[in-house]
């Protein structure tokens, strides 16, 4: 059975920084790409990174040089890092493995002072 679980979501204020991770369980990590996603309150669900199995990543230009996707497959595991962060980056944040319904539980992020 394949699981995703995300942690390290909290409160940080304006301009600080959070590190999500992503635990897949199941022997399938190393073989998906895995994508990060957050919803923010009345709003639907929006893409913010992938990285291939291969390392390969893409960004949303709006989280273009804070955010960083990396993937370490011996631990089974995707993080990002998020700097600079604004209040408007305030979400709920989901992993995904790329082209399957698989997704996390998702890791609440909220920017405030």
């Known amino acids: 059975q ?11 204020q304006p301009g600080g920084s959070l590190t999500l991770s992503c635990v ?3 022997d399938i990590f190393r073989n998906y790409g ?3 996603y957050r919803q923010a309150p009345g709003k ?11 390392g390969r990543t893409n960004y949303l230009d709006s989280v273009k040089g804070r955010f ?3 993937r ?7 993080y990002l890092q ?8 305030t979400a709920v944040y989901y992993c995904r493995f790329l082209g399957t ?11 405030s002072s």
């Open 2 to 12: 394949v699981q995703l679980v995300e942690s390290g979501g909290g409160l940080v």
């Open 24 to 26: 897949a369980s199941g």
């Open 34 to 36: 895995m994508g990060w």
């Open 44 to 54: 639907g669900r929006e893409w913010l990174t992938s990285i291939t199995n291969s």
């Open 68 to 70: 960083t996707i990396s």
């Open 72 to 78: 370490d497959n011996a631990k089974n595991t995707v």
């Open 82 to 89: 998020m700097n600079s962060l604004k209040p408007e980056d």
């Open 101 to 111: 319904g698989y997704w996390g539980q998702g890791t609440q992020v909220t920017v």
